[in-house]
Structure formats: structure tokens, C-alpha cells
């Protein structure tokens, strides 16, 4: 661990460098965002996140995802609307079945028509628990 560290060096100011230290802040934002989206908060800040190699639709989708405020919900057709795809109510729904980070990037408020939940990849009975988290009773 040591040579790990001297590795990494630091510079005046005291702050890591190099991969390492980029791992340990990713590790840091995540925990903390995690933390604040299971107690029904929106998350301070987030981790940089990841969708290398997704479609430019699933990732217009999710960045819609990030919009829905804690405590709030959006249907399926919503988000197709805010991303000027009306008619892509279904792809939608799959964008959200595909989505890599599903707690952070919060497809859980994400609705079917007529209020339904819909579905979610971690079993209908986690997105209630964190719909009632925020506040959301189903």
C-alpha cells in the first residue's frame, strides 16, 4: 500500500494523484450518493457516470431520469415527451430495463399509465421501498 501511495504522489496542496486516488473518489461520491438516495434524498452529487457504449437513446433517457426530482414521478409517456420522442413510450420503458445504475439514475420513478408501477429491474417490491422512501405510496 505504501509504494501504492508514493506512486500516486501528492502534490503542495496535499491532494492524490493518479488512478488511485480516482478510484478512491468515485468510491467516496458513490457511497455518500447511495447513502442519501436510500434515506429518500436526492443525492448531493454524483459519480461520473459511465455509459460507454450505450445508445444515444438510452442515454437521453436516463439524463430525463436524472430530472425527475425526488418524491416525484413521471410515466413513461412523460419521459418520452421530454425527450421528443412521443411515440417511443415502449423503447422507453426498455431504455429504463437496461439502465446500468438503476438506483442513482432513478428509473424507479418511472410509472406506467394510470399511476401503475410498471416495471423495474430490481423487482417491483424494491421499487416500492424506494418510492416510500421518498415519500411515494403505491
Do not use: M
Not at 90 to 116: D, E, F, K, S
Amino acid at each position: 500500500a505504501a509504494l501504492l501511495r508514493r506512486r500516486a504522489g501528492r502534490p503542495q496542496g496535499g491532494r492524490p494523484l493518479g488512478p488511485i486516488a480516482n478510484v478512491r473518489q468515485w468510491h467516496r461520491l458513490t457511497e455518500a450518493a447511495l447513502k442519501q438516495v436510500l434515506s429518500g434524498h436526492a443525492p448531493k452529487k454524483l459519480p461520473p457516470l459511465d455509459w460507454t457504449g450505450k445508445t444515444d437513446f438510452q442515454q437521453s433517457v436516463w439524463r430525463a431520469l436524472l430530472q425527475i426530482g425526488c418524491g416525484e414521478t413521471q410515466s413513461y409517456g412523460q419521459v418520452a415527451k421530454s425527450i421528443r420522442r412521443p411515440a417511443a413510450v415502449r423503447a422507453v420503458g426498455g431504455a429504463c430495463g437496461a439502465n446500468p445504475i438503476p438506483v442513482l439514475v432513478p428509473c424507479h420513478r418511472v410509472l406506467a399509465a394510470n399511476g401503475r408501477l410498471g416495471g423495474f429491474s430490481g423487482g417491483l417490491d424494491w421499487k416500492r421501498r424506494l418510492l416510500a422512501r421518498e415519500g411515494i405510496i403505491l
